[in-house]
């Protein structure tokens, strides 16, 4: 299994894919490794998902590559066959935990209270997802460090270049960021405006 937590260590940026057309994905991932980023994962949440999550592994067999918004074992059986190596949940889903365990692939589960992070944890997730980070701010993460020091927690929803700094600094291990660096035109995305969003990213990220 792929040490999901040390590459989120390492890499700090977990890249969300949401909307992104299958034509176009494995262009997007390719640019967004040209600017550092190396951890990917594709949302299910629409027709595009799915499509993009085959694309992406057939153009990179190799990436460290996972799915999100996985609610049920039913698409995470769907995400493993496209060729997930980790799972993403946007809240506590004990079901999808289990079978991430069972299957051997890596997890970050969703949650967001005190007794939801530990629960996530408990249920072997590698760092756990706080969403939506957004809502509570970097704060909320500095505060969690009291009483659970050692546990990784990854930073989800509202982060961009911005304030990833500041949710690093709180104590976050690293943090998943979509639409700061997936939002286009897709009928006629700007490559270049895309990888400069990526860059700045990776340097703010990595001061």
């Keep these: 299994m792929t040490d999901l937590l040390g590459e989120l260590r390492r890499t700090r940026i977990l890249a969300i894919l949401r909307g992104v057309p299958a034509r176009h994905a494995a262009r997007l991932v390719e640019s967004l490794r040209g600017a550092g980023i190396e951890l990917f994962e594709v949302a ?55 079978f991430a365990r069972a ?47 050692h546990l990784p927690l990854l930073a989800v929803g509202g982060v961009d270049a911005t304030n990833v700094g500041a949710y690093l600094q709180a104590g976050a291990v690293g943090a998943g960021i979509g639409g700061a660096l997936t939002r286009a035109d897709w009928a006629d995305p700007d490559w270049g405006a895309l990888a400069r969003a990526a860059r700045e990213l990776v340097a703010r990220a990595h001061p």
């Design 44 to 98: 299910l949440s629409d027709a595009h998902g799915l499509p993009a999550l085959r694309a992406v592994r057939a153009a990179f067999p190799a990436l460290t590559l996972g799915a999100g918004t996985v609610v049920t074992p039913a698409v995470a059986r769907q995400a493993q066959e496209a060729g997930a190596s980790f799972l993403v949940t946007p809240h506590l889903a004990p079901d999808v935990n289990d």
């Design 103 to 149: 299957q051997g692939l890596g997890l970050l589960a969703g949650a967001l209270t005190p007794t939801e992070i530990f629960a996530a944890h408990a249920q072997g997730s590698a760092a756990v997802k706080v969403f939506p980070a957004g809502s509570l701010g970097p704060d909320y993460f500095r505060q969690l460090r009291g009483p659970y020091p």
